[in-house]
């Protein structure tokens, strides 16, 4: 039987191969390979993955990335604490349906807790059933309009 892992990524040479398989991932199962053709050079994603606000998560089995999750910690004004935002979650297609997507956020819950962040927030396209049907069962639904706003560098 295959073995699954998790672990969060940090900024060692290894986690940088690490994230890179997992950006190839994302390539796939988001369909935008154009988005994922130039990726950053090391010295970025050292510096992002070495920010304790940066929260990846990667899933293996054998050793090989099979899917993730990358969330973002969002302080807060109205009082003193943060959020999560989990901005990018997928699964490669043929391990998809086997909780691992599930695992990521038991994982991801584990470090919201350790850093004293009471919520995780992710957004899901209505059409996207099994990302909607994961979400819910997870917590609460709330139904918001997002806007992507482009800028002078867009």
């Known amino acids: 039987m295959p ?3 998790y672990q969060r990524l940090r900024s060692a040479n290894a986690d940088l191969t690490l994230m890179q398989e997992l950006n190839a991932v994302f390539a796939v199962a988001f369909e935008d390979p154009e988005a994922y053709a130039q ?3 090391d010295d970025y994603l050292r510096a992002i993955l070495g920010r304790e606000e940066t929260v990846v998560l990667v899933a293996r089995v054998d050793g090989q990335v099979v899917g993730g999750l990358v969330a ?3 302080p807060k004004l109205e009082r003193r604490c943060s959020e999560l935002y989990v901005y990018d979650l997928a699964i490669a297609p043929p391990f998809r349906r086997q909780g691992i997507a599930t695992e990521l956020f038991t994982q991801l ?3 919201a807790a350790d850093r004293g962040i009471p919520f995780i ?3 899901a396209d209505a059409a996207d059933a099994p990302a ?3 979400y ?3 917590g609460a639904r ?3 309009a997002h806007f992507d706003i482009a800028t002078s560098k867009s």
Do not use: C
Request: no cysteine; charged share 30%.
């Open 3 to 5: 073995e699954t892992t």
């Open 39 to 41: 990726p950053p050079e």
């Open 72 to 74: 973002y910690e969002l």
């Open 109 to 111: 819950k584990k470090v």
């Open 121 to 123: 927030f992710v957004q």
């Open 132 to 134: 909607v049907g994961l």
């Open 136 to 138: 819910a069962g997870l």
């Open 142 to 144: 709330e139904d918001v």
